[in-house]
């Protein structure tokens, strides 16, 4: 996992991240982005 102190680059994060639309690199820095809710494509049990 990155911590605070390290950067990463573009080509770097899309090889470590690429597939996980979870994470964005912002100013060279990993963000993880928590989920918001649900989406139109969640299913909702009744």
């Not at 090889?15 to 969640?42: A, C, S, W």
């Amino acid at each position: 996992m990155v911590t605070s102190s390290q950067f990463l680059t573009l080509e770097a994060f899309i090889n470590q991240y690429g597939d996980f639309p979870r994470y964005e690199l912002v100013d060279g820095e990993l963000i993880d982005m928590e989920p918001t809710g649900l989406h139109k494509n969640d299913i909702l049990p009744r």
